[in-house]
């Protein structure tokens, strides 16, 4: 059985795989050479529904340090009812009701977190999910809605991976935590930073063989189609195909001459 980002994989054809990764590759290098003034955020709910509240705030810059982390009280003093850890969530996070009792509350660190994203490019493996979060934390509170740039790693990361359906607004969220790691906030945010500057890495074409490499066949190599890059000002957009890639194949001595192939001596 294939895993959900394997039979996902299969949906996309290979020269879209490509062009994704590609674009994602050309995201995580704009972003980082691009935008100096970013932070990462990532946080912990009590669970994955839309009333569910923060229980856990990080937030790390641009150079991996840890700007701000810690556990948030759920609870509004005298605000019924009360909102624990959901089972799965405990679970996944380690976090506990216990944990959260002594823990300060949203209002207390507001101004401090506020200060540290204002104006700021917020990354975020969800942008929704995230926002979506703090401005109900912060319309329990009566607090200003905090303002900056949110961008979602998420669907890049899934691009990079192939886990997305082209053109559809829906994908499959690939996995930020490895299967035995703990989904706290400072863990999570450490995670997308290093998978950014994975991200940015150059890219190596693909090298397709058609048959296995017997001594007793030649090769040869031929250009083949892989993406065009059209660059507006500080954006970018991929459209197929002007860039070429090479393309190899073993076969018997003066075979594919005829057909635009070339014979690489040895």
């Not at 674009?23 to 972003?31: M, P, S, T, V």
Request: charged share 25%.
């Amino acid at each position: 059985m294939l895993n959900n980002n394997a039979q996902l994989s299969l949906q996309i054809p290979f020269e879209q795989q490509e062009i994704n990764k590609f674009a994602a590759q050309l995201w995580a290098k704009y972003f980082l050479e691009k935008k100096e003034n970013w932070v990462i955020l990532h946080l912990a709910a009590t669970g994955l529904n839309q009333g569910d509240r923060i229980v856990e705030i990080c937030v790390i810059s641009r150079h991996g340090s840890t700007m701000f982390d810690t556990l948030i009280n759920p609870n509004k003093p005298n605000c019924y009812p009360l909102h624990g850890m959901q089972y799965n969530a405990q679970i996944m996070t380690g976090i506990t009701n216990e944990m959260l009792e002594s823990a300060p509350q949203f209002s207390d660190v507001y101004d401090r977190l506020r200060s540290l994203i204002k104006g700021k490019n917020i990354l975020c493996y969800s942008s929704s999910f995230t926002r979506q979060k703090i401005d109900r934390m912060c319309k329990l509170y009566d607090l200003p809605r905090m303002n900056g740039i949110w961008w979602n790693f998420g669907e890049q990361l899934a691009k990079r991976e192939n886990s997305c359906f082209v053109g559809k607004c829906k994908y499959d969220m690939p996995r930020l935590f490895t299967l035995n790691q703990k989904r706290r906030a400072k863990a999570g945010a450490l995670n997308i930073f290093k998978y950014l500057h994975q991200m940015a890495e150059p890219l190596y074409c693909p090298v397709d063989f058609s048959s296995r490499p017997f001594l007793e066949k030649q090769l040869y190599c031929r250009w083949v189609n892989w993406l065009k890059l059209i660059y507006y000002k500080d954006e970018y957009s991929c459209r197929a195909f002007d860039l070429k890639r090479p393309k190899f194949y073993w076969s018997k001595r003066e075979k594919l001459i005829n057909y635009g192939w070339d014979e690489i001596p040895f």
